[in-house]
């Protein structure tokens, strides 16, 4: 570390409706090795047992919305109203496995000032094989549920951008915007949080229309303006082709219905990163291939051309 005194670290967890296992991601904050470290909750207006944790866990901050918002107005509410120097976030069914991972993410960021985001190596019900650690990767973009930011930069962006759907593209929005400024995302190999993807909560054709709502508008507000066409053109296609052989198509063609009823907001919001951000995207976007993503096609979401869009 540099300097005296240890940064601060917030761990900021949006809820809703998974009680069980909230008391366990929680758990695996506190316990990390980092210090000083605040752990802080925002309980999407659950119904279920969510409120009656804040009994059991009185040295985390709470803040519960009446009606549900969404998890990316509560990580926003989390970052920009934090005081810390790094913020971690972690998904309420996800949870740290060994107790060193924010101490190691927060020693990279303290000795490479341009890096704004780490991603820490997710492990799930999909992919169990755990990685050794030592290696850090350059990637493209980190995963929602376990990554840390500098909160300087994310202040200075303004944290995540509204879209018109509660689910899909911010996390890759705000990336974009880090990669078009300079910065770096990197992953810290080995060093793994556990996602554990319980369905509980989870609307999966709810969950389609949304992504590919918000998809087709990341596309419209930052591809540069001579792929766009091209790139949502080829978008629409693979969207319904992926949501054919998915059994998801009512869900992606309302989905092109949201987007088209938003089209005005959105391209009033358009602000299109450089090509040269393009370029480093797709590069950096082959060191990670298997980036989950649940409501879009693998090859919409994160593939070469102007699917990288």
Not at 67 to 80: A, D, E, K, Q, W
Request: aromatic share 8%; proline share 6%.
């Amino acid at each position: 570390m540099t300097g005296n005194a240890a940064p601060s670290v917030v761990v900021g967890i949006a809820t809703r409706n998974r009680a069980a296992l909230l008391s366990k991601a929680i758990e695996s904050a506190q316990n990390q090795s980092h210090l000083p470290l605040r752990v802080a909750v925002v309980d999407d207006a659950s119904d279920d047992e969510t409120p009656k944790l804040r009994d059991c866990f009185s040295n985390v901050q709470w803040h519960r919305f009446d009606r549900p918002y969404g998890y990316v107005t509560s990580r926003n509410v989390l970052m920009l109203g934090a005081n810390d120097k790094y913020f971690v976030s972690l998904d309420d069914d996800a949870w740290f496995i060994e107790g060193d991972e924010i101490a190691l993410a927060v020693e990279h960021l303290e000795r490479h000032s341009r890096t704004a985001a780490i991603a820490f190596d997710i492990l799930s019900p999909d992919r169990r094989n755990a990685r050794p650690r030592g290696s850090v990767t350059q990637v493209g973009m980190f995963i929602g549920c376990g990554h840390v930011l500098r909160l300087s930069v994310i202040r200075a962006i303004g944290g995540y951008r509204a879209f018109p759907g509660l689910y899909g593209a911010e996390e890759k929005d705000l990336c974009l915007q880090l990669l078009d400024q300079g910065y770096d995302i990197v992953r810290l190999d080995g060093v793994h949080v556990w996602h554990d993807k319980t369905p509980v909560a989870r609307d999966i054709p709810r969950q389609h229309r949304s992504g590919v709502c918000n998809d087709l508008s990341l596309t419209v507000r930052r591809a540069p303006t001579a792929l766009l066409c091209m790139a949502l053109a080829w978008k629409l296609v693979r969207h319904l082709a992926f949501a054919r052989r998915s059994k998801l198509v009512v869900p992606c063609l309302l989905g092109f219905g949201d987007f088209l009823r938003q089209l005005r907001p959105i391209w009033a919001s358009r602000q299109p990163v450089g090509a040269a951000t393009l370029a480093r995207f797709h590069a950096l976007s082959q060191s990670q291939p298997t980036l989950p993503d649940e409501t879009v096609p693998r090859g919409v979401g994160f593939d070469s051309g102007p699917a990288a869009w």
